[in-house]
């Protein structure tokens, strides 16, 4: 894997990718750069095309669930374009914390003064660590479940083990048919580098069954500039799915004492050269494979970190052996 040196190319020099699918994009966005829509009844979302927020408009005020930078001061023109539009409260009372990264929160503290800040308990823990003044603590923080009530609506909140971060949540809108679960299933795209650049590979490969073991129509999957549907998510699975079937196949077919053995006294040119074999072996067919099934699948780089990350779970997490049994 090889990647350019900063500064060696521009824009000008993207090479020529492959269409992309029509059923990726979503709806167009305005003069201010986003695009607000209804889930259901009076819950809305937001995407800047890249990004996506949440946020649910009450007889007590608004709660908002994430608030990107990328989006930043439009998810607030967004809230007061709806409430205008449906003559209720545009007073944000609550922000949701999906997890504590500031791609996701890190225009936060752009709802200042008696706004409730929720979060599971893991969230906090890291946002003292970061120490970041654009992502307030987490006033309410819970363990494994929450209900936030607000104006006779409801979000249940869940914490079901690390995935794409130790704090990651499920959070289910039960009276809206939706589940809003961020940076694993991107709506009709691959993930981008490293599992999308998720901690813990085994918790991101199960999240999706546990997404689908609710009942909901609409999913909020945080990326992107649609909603994911249940398709999408059963798509993703099989992706994954490829991807360590195929690393299994190459990790039991590549003979890695070659490499060892042209390496020499280098042994890390010897790691190199076999696991760069195993994963390119492994990602080769599944680019091919979803290459106009997912948008970006032929941007290689994605598959191919994403490989490598699934195969050295498998080395590593599931025990799947590359250098033969257990010296005697």
Partial sequence: MTFPASGASGAADLPDYAPI??????????????????VERNLYWV??????????TTRDGVVVFDAPPSIGHNLRRAVDEIAAAN????????LVYSHHHADHGGAASLFDGDVVRVGHEETRRLLLRDDDPARPLPD????????LEVGGERAELAWQGPNHSPDNIYI???????????????????????????EDVIGYMGAPAIALSYPWTHF????????????DVAVHQAY????????????????PVPFYVAAGENAWAGVKA???????????????????????????????????QIMQSLRLDRGVTVSGPVHP
Avoid at 240 to 255: G, K, M, N, W
Avoid at 277 to 292: D, L, S, W
């Fill in 47 to 56: 995407t800047d095309g890249v990004y996506q927020s949440a946020f649910l």
């Fill in 220 to 231: 909020i999957c945080g990326h992107l500039g649609r909603l994911a549907t249940r398709e």
């Fill in 140 to 147: 309410v923080t819970f363990a494994d479940r929450y209900t």
């Fill in 21 to 38: 699918p029509r059923s990726a994009l979503g709806p167009a966005l305005n003069d201010q750069g986003y695009y607000v829509g209804r």
């Fill in 274 to 308: 076999h696991l760069d074999t195993v994963t390119e072996r492994a990602a080769a067919p599944i680019i091919a494979k979803y290459t106009g099934v997912l948008a970006a699948a032929d941007i290689e780089v994605l598959t191919t970190t994403t490989t490598f």
């Fill in 87 to 94: 003559g209720v409260s545009n007073r944000v009372t609550h």
């Fill in 172 to 198: 289910h809108f039960p009276d809206h048919d939706t589940l809003m679960f961020i940076d694993v299933v991107n709506a009709g795209w691959v993930p981008i580098y490293n599992v999308n650049l998720s």
């Fill in 240 to 255: 994954i799915a490829d991807i360590d079937a195929s690393a299994r196949e190459a990790l039991a077919a590549v003979d």
